[in-house]
């Protein structure tokens, strides 16, 4: 008969804590589901720790540094570095200092380095000082001659009919003998003067010599024309027979000057006035000649 308790086999007694939990294990892990489980909750949170990381990483920019520059200059005969070309060697580069000196003090303005320079005076001797009191002397004479012949020219054909004399001009583009012709159709003369007081006129200008006659020049109320100086001038003094430094002059009877008023005001339709400048020219129409307007400048 067996007492209920005791028991055989190993008398030492037995650890209740290490029977419960392996009651525990083998009630709710059989397959050892526990570890696994463990196991894989601790990677997926590792995975999800993982990648909240690089979401916030990503969510913020970077922060660049900005690397160190150097400030270069380029000898002058370094090449130029066109686009999309290689870069010059390192060896033609050269680094400024970081601290830049201060200018220097200006050099010194030129002009505080100018030096005096004594120019030698022209001494003028008394040949020298003689020849241009004498030019002095005969410009003043001639500009006194002038006014002398303008006034004297005012009263003898009143300030009207001398204004026109300086003002009108008459052009000659033709040979000697056909500008003869032309003066004998007008019914001009030719004068030359002979001394301060007598001049030669020459009419009858289609004739070989033109007949000519001495005459006091105070007696004259014509304006006149002076030649200028050119071939024409001079082929006409031969013609007269006179020394090419006379001064050729030219007169017209009254009719002709009252034709050319005439012309001059109408060119632009105005006063006489109001006119600065007329310049003529004769020209053949048939087997005569005219004279007409070729050029007017008003004041």
């Known amino acids: 008969?067996?007492?209920?308790?005791?028991?055989?086999?190993?008398?030492?007694?037995?650890?209740?804590?290490?029977?419960?939990?392996?009651?525990?294990?083998?009630?709710?892990?059989?397959?050892?589901?526990?570890?696994?489980?463990?196991?894989?909750?601790?990677?997926?949170?590792?995975l999800l720790a993982f990648a909240i990381g690089l979401i916030a990483t990503a969510s913020f920019e970077p922060v660049h540094t900005v690397p160190h520059v150097d400030v270069v200059r380029l000898p002058d005969d370094a090449p130029s570095v066109p686009d999309n070309k290689p870069a010059p060697p390192e060896d033609l580069?050269?680094?400024?200092?970081?601290?830049?000196?201060?200018?220097?003090?200006?050099?010194?303005?030129?002009?505080?380095?100018?030096?005096?320079v004594e120019i030698p005076k022209e001494t003028?001797?008394?040949?020298?000082?003689?020849?241009?009191?004498?030019?002095?002397?005969?410009?003043?004479?001639?500009?006194?001659?002038?006014a002398a012949q303008a006034e004297k020219l005012a009263k003898r054909l009143g300030e009207r009919r001398a204004a026109r004399q300086a003002r009108w001009v008459i052009r000659i583009r033709d040979s000697a003998s056909e500008t003869m012709r032309q003066l004998e159709y007008f019914d001009a003369e030719l004068m030359v003067r002979v001394d301060e007081d007598t001049a030669k006129y020459f009419a009858d200008l289609n004739s070989r010599p033109p007949s000519s006659r001495l005459q006091s020049i105070d007696a004259e109320t014509r304006i006149w024309w002076t030649f200028g100086e050119g071939s024409t001038k001079r082929e006409i003094v031969d013609l007269l027979d006179?020394?090419?430094?006379?001064?050729?002059?030219?007169?017209?009877?009254?009719?002709?000057e009252d034709r050319l008023l005439m012309l001059e005001t109408s060119y632009q339709n105005r006063r006489e006035e109001?006119?600065?400048?007329?310049?003529?020219?004769?020209?053949?129409?048939?087997?005569?000649?005219?004279?007409?307007?070729?050029?007017?400048?008003?004041?």
């Open 242 to 256: 006179m020394n090419h430094s006379s001064v050729l002059r030219c007169f017209f009877p009254s009719a002709f």
């Open 93 to 116: 580069l050269e680094p400024l200092p970081r601290h830049v000196e201060p200018p220097t003090k200006p050099k010194q303005l030129a002009y505080e380095d100018v030096r005096q």
């Open 124 to 146: 003028i001797n008394e040949r020298g000082k003689q020849a241009i009191q004498s030019t002095a002397g005969e410009a003043a004479k001639a500009q006194e001659a002038a």
């Open 1 to 46: 008969m067996s007492n209920p308790g005791s028991t055989s086999g190993d008398p030492r007694p037995k650890d209740s804590t290490t029977e419960d939990e392996q009651g525990f294990y083998e009630q709710y892990s059989p397959n050892h589901e526990l570890p696994k489980s463990s196991l894989a909750s601790a990677i997926i949170h590792g």
């Open 274 to 299: 109001d006119i600065r400048s007329t310049t003529f020219e004769f020209f053949r129409s048939g087997s005569e000649y005219d004279v007409r307007v070729v050029e007017q400048e008003l004041k």
